[in-house]
């Protein structure tokens, strides 16, 4: 399993997220645009600057928020739809063939995303820490940015209404 850690900014114009691995190290970076129609957030390797993925949230007039992860030459990659209004309960679609879903907590702080039951991935939150931190412990056999890319995009589509 590999274990990452995303620390989101706190006191920042516009969503921002730092991403560690366990020794600490930063491995990506996302950053959220401030003035824009829903949600957009960009996913950044550290190392290259290079755009990995763009996670954007559909404006649509339903009580289920629905977003879209890209890639860095904008191929549409998933659609993440929300199920259910309180905990995280959504499915990531890939394909007409492919998804994966999550399930979360009453509170949302814990999640799995699992394939055809099988998991890829666990998120749980760190209460007591400033700011929103999440540890990830992701199958090794899956992308890590791709994961990281889905949970910033569960937590965007779970606790947006709580950041204001």
């Not at 890939?94 to 055809?116: R, V």
């Amino acid at each position: 399993m590999t274990k990452l850690y995303i620390k989101q900014k706190v006191f920042s114009i516009g969503e921002k997220y730092n991403i560690y691995d366990e020794f600490k190290n930063k491995r990506f970076y996302c950053e959220g645009s401030v003035f824009s129609w829903g949600s957009k957030l960009k996913l950044y390797n550290k190392d290259t600057n290079e755009l990995m993925f763009v996670i954007r949230q559909k404006v649509r007039f339903s009580l289920y928020k629905r977003y879209e992860i890209y890639d860095g030459q904008q191929n549409l990659l998933a659609t993440v739809q929300q199920k259910a209004l309180f905990r995280p309960n959504l499915e990531i679609v890939l394909n007409e063939s492919e998804q994966y879903t999550c399930k979360g907590d009453l509170f949302s702080y814990n999640f799995q995303i699992l394939d055809n039951g099988i998991l890829i991935g666990s998120v749980s939150k760190r209460i007591l820490a400033w700011g929103d931190t999440y540890e990830l412990s992701i199958s090794d056999n899956f992308e890590p940015s791709f994961f990281v890319a889905i949970v910033i995009t569960i937590d965007d589509c779970v606790h947006r209404e709580n950041k204001g």
